[in-house]
């Protein structure tokens, strides 16, 4: 059955299945490339009705708000955006609210929301694009809060028995920028929805960076003034999306023994070190990056941010190929240099 065939005998039943789509406007590097086939679903049947017919038809994606994602080339089947929207509070206590909230709900208007709310727990995670659905793929952190530490469970429709299927939070197997959604589970599941755990009484997390400085700035420690504190921050350091394409940190930081970050302190007394248990250590792979010259550098439309040597840049029409290309030249440089492999946070198509 050719490709052609199997598209048009279901799209009778699903008109809104748009073809040649430029996905430009859907992911955040602002990369020229086409999806074959696009479908927003607006609630679970759609999403359902979809998945199931055309899963095995053709190469399928599953897409929240492109903020995390790195194309290389066209995309030649199927990309489904779970537009699944709603935030609805399952249980109130006096110390905690429970709360689903769907997968289409962009992140920061769900974390703008609790701060209204007086809800604590994710303030500290304010303005990371994307959707909530997306937010326990890599479990996003931030200014020392992380997403694992407020998600009660995770919903999603497996694709394999088209069941709807409750993960709870140790079952998600949480890491640094890390889950099951990411090892076992990708490719398998479309997450549908995130239960989080709210707190009434929030205790404030604000020794990251100069975070406490940036609130002492306000005069007054709440919710509110830490969500204005780091979205301050984070504006003054990371470019916005809409005027610079990018995908936040390209690598992740690296995780490494400890013997071998007592041989490189040695010879780089200033380097960053985060502690993360008696054995292992992180580094600051944007330390990294500005230490083999690649800050603020260019080649053609791609370059690195002069702000913060971590995040690579789409000056213009830069192609996701260029992007990688840059990418690996930057990963390649830190190897021979200091001997550590960056392992990249964005997913690249
Ligand atoms: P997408 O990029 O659309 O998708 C990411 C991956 O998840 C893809 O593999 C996709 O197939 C899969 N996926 C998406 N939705 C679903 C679903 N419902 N079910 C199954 N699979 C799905 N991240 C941080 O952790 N901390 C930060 O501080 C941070 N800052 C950023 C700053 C900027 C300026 C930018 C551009 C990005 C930043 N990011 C940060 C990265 C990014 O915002 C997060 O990873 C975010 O969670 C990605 O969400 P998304 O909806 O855009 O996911
Ligand atoms: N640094 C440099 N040069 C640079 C950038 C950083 O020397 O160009 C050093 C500095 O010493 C700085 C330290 O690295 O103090 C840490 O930098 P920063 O606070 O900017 O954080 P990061 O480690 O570069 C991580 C996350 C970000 C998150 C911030 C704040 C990863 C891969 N990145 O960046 O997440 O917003 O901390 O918590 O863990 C993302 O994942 O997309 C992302 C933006």
Sequence with gaps: MSFEYICCRTKSNMTDIKENVSLKPYNTFGIDVKAR???????????????ENHRDCFPFMIMGGGS????????NGLIVQPDLKGISILENDSEHCRVEVGAGVNWDDFVSWSVEN???????LSLIPGSS???????????????KDVIKNVKYLDLESFETVII??????FGYRDSIFKTQLKNRVVITSVVFILSHNPEFNIKYGNLQKEIEKRGVLTLKTVRDAVINIRRSKLPDPKSLGNAGSFFKNPVVEKDIVNKLKKQNEFMPVFPVSEEQAKISAGWLIEQCGWKG????????????ALILVNHGNASGAEIYDLAMKISDSVFER????????VNIV
Excluded: H, M, W
């Design 118 to 124: 007086n809800l604590g727990g994710i303030e500290n």
């Design 68 to 75: 995390n994602i790195l194309f290389t080339r066209d995309f």
């Design 133 to 147: 659905g997306s937010s326990p793929i890599q479990n996003i952190g931030a200014y020392g809060a992380e997403a």
């Design 37 to 51: 086939y696009f479908f927003r679903a607006n609630n679970q049947e759609e999403l359902r009705f979809v998945l």
């Design 168 to 173: 709870s939070n140790p079952d998600c197997k």
């Design 338 to 345: 200091f001997g550590i492999k960056l392992e990249t946070e």
């Design 297 to 308: 550098k260019r080649t053609g439309n791609a370059g690195v941010y002069d702000k913060q």
